[in-house]
């Protein structure tokens, strides 16, 4: 079993609509968790990060936290063109660092 | 505010040549630094990180190494490049007053292309 799952994708969504992002993971001394955004020929930048399980909002994002299930969600509200990037997952704990694949998203005018 | 720069941002490398590959990082001192390679379809592989100037731990066996001449500066080198060293090489820093697998910062990284 892989450290971090996240489905690569890609998914397309129209304007406006609601992106539904996830994660995996077996590895419970994970502790913190962060999702970052990579336009295409950049380097990723950190979106969003929390150590607790639950909701954490930021304007059109929120992430979520599930740590009795290993399951991490980014949601994207009322999504815009400028959101399409991949999105890759990103979690730590016990001097490990792991990262998911990346999430391709795009959202069409 | 804290900045990394990576340079060059493009380049392309004929089999068999040398590389060197430089990350400064601005405003702040004592980070923790790492050099990622990103392949299409494969995430990030961690290469090489640093916790201080001449400490540096290697992830993956190969035919790359990094040095850390200076508290804010790391070089990733090649002796001789191979068709598989091409990819998209993306340096990171995280504060030292976090765990040093905490969150990581990312510079616009280079994109190598092996010939």
């Known amino acids: 079993q892989k450290e971090v799952e996240q489905d690569p994708g890609p998914l397309s969504v129209p304007e406006g609509a609601i992106v539904s992002l996830n994660c995996t993971y077996s590895n419970s001394a994970f502790q913190y968790f962060m999702w970052y955004r990579q336009y295409s020929r950049k380097g990723p930048e950190l979106l969003m990060y929390?150590?607790?399980?639950g909701n954490k909002e930021d304007g059109r994002f929120t992430a979520q936290v599930d740590k009795s299930s290993k399951y991490i969600s980014l949601f994207i509200r009322d999504s815009q063109p400028s959101d399409s990037a991949t999105y890759l997952c990103?979690?730590?704990?016990?001097?490990?660092?792991?990262f998911g694949k990346g999430n391709q998203v795009v959202v069409i005018p | 505010s804290q900045t990394i720069h990576q340079w060059p941002a493009t380049l392309v490398q004929p089999v068999g040549s040398p590389l060197s590959l430089e990350c400064t990082v601005e405003g702040t001192s004592n980070p923790n630094l790492y050099w990622y390679r990103q392949a299409a379809g494969r995430g990030l592989q961690l290469l090489f990180y640093s916790v201080g100037i001449g400490q540096i731990s290697s992830e993956v066996p190969q035919n790359l190494s990094a040095s850390r001449p200076q508290d804010r500066q790391f070089i990733l080198s090649s002796k001789k490049l191979l068709l598989s060293d091409s990819g998209f090489y993306l340096c990171?820093?995280?504060?030292?007053?976090?765990?040093?697998?905490?969150?990581?910062?990312f510079g616009p990284g280079t994109r190598l292309t092996v010939l």
């Open positions: 990171a820093w995280g504060p030292l007053d976090r765990a040093s697998t905490d969150t990581q910062y």
């Open positions: 990103a979690m730590s704990g016990n001097n490990r660092l792991a």
């Open positions: 929390t150590y607790s399980s």
